[in-house]
C-alpha cells in the first residue's frame, strides 16, 4: 500500500503550490498523516503532520508560518498548501501514514509513495 502525493512543480521564490496526498484504499482514513522531503544529499526531513480529526498541527520550524496542512478524510487526501517558497524548499516531498511515535519522526511513518518533486527557482 502507498500514498500518492502529486502537485509538485517548478516555481519561483515567492510563489505558491499546493502538494495533494491521495489515499485510494482508505488506509489513513483513522490515522494523523505527515510530510517530510528529502533535498539532494540530504536525510529526509520531517515537514508537517495532521491528526485524524484535524484537531493538531505540527510543523517543522523552517517551514511554520508559510506551510500549512490540511485534509479532506471525505475525498480521503491531505494537503499541503505552500506560500512564499524559498530555494531551501526545494526537495521531493513526500507523504506517509503515521503509526506511532513522534509526528516528526521518519520512523513513525509508514506507506511511503514516490514523492513529488518541487523545485524553487530564483
Known amino acids: 500500500v502507498q500514498l500518492q502525493a502529486f502537485g509538485g512543480g517548478l516555481v519561483q521564490t515567492g510563489d505558491s503550490l499546493r502538494l495533494s496526498c491521495t489515499d485510494s484504499?482508505?488506509?489513513?482514513?483513522?490515522?494523523?498523516v505527515g510530510w517530510f522531503r528529502q533535498a539532494p544529499g540530504k536525510e529526509r526531513e520531517f515537514v508537517a503532520a495532521?491528526?485524524?480529526?484535524?484537531?493538531?498541527?505540527y510543523y517543522a520550524d523552517s517551514v511554520r508560518g508559510r506551510f500549512t496542512i490540511s485534509r479532506d478524510n471525505a475525498k480521503n487526501t491531505v494537503y499541503l498548501q505552500m506560500d512564499s517558497l524559498e530555494l531551501e524548499d526545494t526537495a521531493v516531498y513526500y507523504c506517509a501514514v503515521h503509526l506511532r511515535g513522534s509526528y516528526s519522526t521518519r520512523s513513525s511513518y509508514r506507506y511511503w509513495g514516490p514523492g513529488t518533486q518541487v523545485t524553487v527557482s530564483s
Open positions: 484504499r482508505r488506509t489513513f482514513s483513522n490515522n494523523a
Open positions: 495532521l491528526t485524524w480529526r484535524g484537531a493538531d498541527k
